[in-house]
């Protein structure tokens, strides 16, 4: 089993709607987590960060946890095109701070 | 403020051979993780070093090793190269106590 798991998409959404990323994972000590974009052929840059549950909301984007379900999200409002890429889900546990688990990543479409 | 260097930005070597890659990290940062991503995948961990020593590895062979320096940059070799082998080498740095990576722009390594 997977430690975090994300659909890999494509999720095509049209400009302007709102895009949801889900991600689930198997470690119930994980603390801390973290949403990447990547372009492609480019390195990840990180997005958001969530450390307790809830939602947490930066511009754009809104990161929610349920860590009793081990379920964190990211939610894109007025997407654009240039929101097209693909979004990783990373985490790291108590006991491996520093050490990140990613996902396989979901790619994004935002169509005009 | 410089973020995180690598170096360098493509390479193409034969099976068999023998690669060095590097890394510094951005100003302040005094831990460095080393990540391989397939096409496709999400970033696997390789290992972590700080304070000069690998305090942490992934579940990869034994070809793969590295090097921290005083300077806190570092270098990820991989000896007897095979066609697997062939991703995305990403050198990501962190403090510790402070999370989410910082990436630098990678290593496209192609094994021919």
């Known amino acids: 089993q997977k430690e975090v798991e994300q659909n890999s998409g494509p999720l095509s959404v049209p400009e302007g709607a709102i895009a949801s990323l889900n991600c689930t994972y198997s470690d119930r000590v994980s603390q801390s987590f973290f949403w990447y974009r990547q372009y492609s052929g480019k390195s990840p840059e990180l997005i958001m960060s969530?450390?307790?549950?809830g939602d947490k909301e930066d511009g754009r984007f809104t990161a929610q946890l349920n860590k009793a379900s081990q379920y964190v999200s990211l939610l894109i409002r007025d997407s654009q095109p240039s929101d097209s890429a693909t979004y990783l889900c990373?985490?790291?546990?108590?006991?491996?701070?520093?050490?990140?688990?990613f996902g396989s990543g979901t790619k994004l479409n935002v169509k005009p | 403020d410089a973020g995180v260097t690598q170096s360098p930005t493509h390479l193409i070597k034969t099976r068999g051979q023998q690669v060095t890659l590097r890394c510094s990290p951005k100003?302040?940062?005094?831990?460095v993780s080393w990540y391989q991503q397939a096409l496709g995948q999400g970033p696997q961990f390789i290992f972590q070093y700080y304070e000069e020593e690998e305090r942490q590895r992934g579940n990869f062979p034994d070809r793969f090793s590295g090097h921290q320096f005083p300077n806190y940059s570092s270098e990820l070799n991989v000896n007897a190269l095979l066609l697997g082998d062939s991703a995305l080498y990403l050198c990501a740095s962190s403090s510790r106590g402070e999370g989410g990576y910082t990436f630098g722009s990678g290593t496209r390594l192609t094994v021919v």
């Open positions: 100003s302040g940062h005094d831990t």
């Open positions: 969530i450390y307790s549950n």
């Open positions: 990373a985490v790291t546990s108590t006991y491996n701070f520093n050490k990140f688990y």
